[in-house]
Every structure is written in structure tokens, then in C-alpha cells.
């Protein structure tokens, strides 16, 4: 599934007219740009709750004034990389040159171990990747791929992350993944080193890097009118920024923190 709100330009006159205060959202034919009037109630997603955000906490809220405007080419770019970034099958980033830069062991392989039928320890070359959780190495075939914000009860988070790794966050991107999906400059980001086990999500100081710009509360909101939020939970939930490789275990329910439901290939 693919987020489509590329007919935005065209669609914004049935936007207006759905809205029960027109005059308040204008559209400059000229610049493309779109004014949110600062008198006019739009809907954002909000994230609440303590002492991080969770999942379930995500919502379409009514309430927040926005003094912002974004252009059309801004929200069709915008759309642009979120579809460039999706991946129809999450494993699909196991062939991804972007994704390997960034998780693939340096190189691109290593010697696995194997004992032999003569009982003899041998080792193969192999293609493989790290754990990013424990920094186990493993043969491509056994690397498992966690959504880092599930496809069950964690769509609306991922929606936040990828726009969060565009820009559109209060709070702006901290880790070397959004740098380097900003940048196009792909490198290895290491595993975190953390024991097996102990794989964590969100943390309280989270809260600003889960919370819409002005900006990015007016993209939700075309996507919204435009009937795409469903398309936009996808896209993002198996976009490139929202996978990382993980062993068995740190990929298991002893591995995963916040209660946050694992996604097994
Ligand atoms: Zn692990």
C-alpha cells in the first residue's frame, strides 16, 4: 500500500468545503502555500501520557491552535520519501543497499562458526549482520527483522518516527540513522551493546522527538482529510527508518521493553 495524497493540489478545494470554517484555510494558487489561520481549531495527533509516550496514547486531538504553513511541494516531497522509504515485505530491507550500509557487519560478511561431522571446528565466510540489540553475529538466513514500533498497537508511533526522521518534529532526530536518512550518506551504525534481553523503545526524554511541529500537524491533517492516515500507518511501519535487526532473543518477549508486542518474521 502506498500513501497517495499526490492530487492534494487538486484536492483542496473539497478540503475547504468540507471545512465548516472555509475562510480560515486559504490556498495560494501562485506559491502553493497552504495558511492554517491561527483562529482555526485543526486536528493533530497528540502524544500524552507518562512518563513516555506509548502506543496507544497516540490520538487525533481537537483543540491546538497552529500558526504554520506548508507548501504543496513540501507535502507532495514529503509524500515522495515516505513511499521511497516504504518496503511492501519488511524483509524486502535485507536487500536494501542502504539498509545493509547501515546494519550489514562491516564488509559486508564474517566467519561463522560450524563443527563439522568429524566432529572438527571449521568456519564459512558468510554474509551477516549484527544484533543491534546484543551485537551477536549471525548468517543473513537467521537475522530477524523488529518492526521497532509494531505493525499491532505501535502504527501510530512509527507514523511519528518517520516524520520525526523527515523533520517534522518538535524534537529533532537524535540517533545516526536520521542523520544518515537525511543526509543520503549511508554508514554501520553499531549495536548498542546492551546484554541480551534488555531491548528498549521509547524513553521519557522521547517525549519532544514524538511530538508534531506545527508543520507536521498540518501534513497529518491533509492526510487525514484526504482519507490516507491508514496508508500513512503502513507506509511507515515498514519504512526503512522503522526496522532493525535483532537475534532471536533480543527479538523475543524477554528482549522487548515498554510492553511493546514483538513482530516476528
Ligand atoms: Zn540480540
Known amino acids: 500500500m502506498a500513501l ?10 473539497n478540503m475547504l468545503k468540507k471545512d465548516s470554517q472555509p475562510g480560515l484555510r486559504t490556498i495560494n494558487p501562485a506559491t502553493g502555500d497552504v495558511t492554517i489561520h491561527p483562529s482555526l481549531k485543526i486536528r493533530v495527533v497528540k502524544v500524552s501520557g507518562a512518563p513516555y509516550p506509548k502506543p ?5 486531538v481537537q483543540g491546538k491552535i497552529v ?9 507532495n516531497a ?6 521511497d522509504l516504504a518496503r511492501s515485505s519488511y524483509r524486502q530491507v535485507l536487500s536494501d543497499p542502504n539498509w545493509q550500509a547501515m546494519y550489514r557487519c562491516p564488509g559486508g560478511t564474517a566467519s561463522i562458526p560450524y563443527i563439522t561431522p568429524a566432529a572438527s571446528a571449521t568456519t564459512n565466510t558468510e554474509e551477516a549482520y549484527p544484533c543491534h540489540n546484543c551485537g551477536l553475529v549471525m548468517p543473513t538466513r537467521l537475522v530477524q527483522i523488529d518492526h ?33 536518512l537525511q543526509s543520503g550518506v549511508y554508514a554501520f ?3 548498542k551493546g546492551s546484554p541480551s ?21 498540518i501534513f497529518l491533517t491533509v492526510a487525514a482529510v484526504a482519507n ?3 496508508a500513512l500507518k503502513s507506509v511507515c511501519v515498514n519504512s526503512v527508518i522503522n526496522l532493525v535487526p535483532l537475534c532471536a532473543y533480543c527479538n523475543g518477549s524477554a528482549g522487548k521493553g515498554h510492553g511493546v508486542k514483538p513482530v516476528r518474521p
Open 4 to 13: 497517495n495524497i499526490g492530487s492534494f493540489t487538486y484536492v483542496t478545494s
Open 56 to 60: 496507544d496514547r497516540v490520538e487525533m
Open 67 to 75: 500558526k504554520a504553513k506548508m507548501q504543496c511541494k513540501d507535502i
Open 78 to 83: 514529503l509524500v515522495k520519501r515516505l513511499n
Open 148 to 180: 521497532h514500533h509494531p505493525q499491532s498497537g505501535g502504527s501510530g508511533m512509527a507514523v511519528l518516527k518517520a516524520l520525526r526522521a523527515c523533520g517534522y518534529t518538535v524534537g529533532v532526530a537524535g540517533g545516526p540513522k536520521a542523520g544518515q
Open 189 to 191: 551504525i553499531p549495536p
Open 197 to 217: 534481553g534488555t531491548f528498549t523503545h521509547s524513553t521519557a526524554s522521547s517525549v519532544l522527538r514524538y511530538t508534531l511541529s506545527d508543520e507536521g500537524s
Open 228 to 230: 490516507q492516515v491508514g
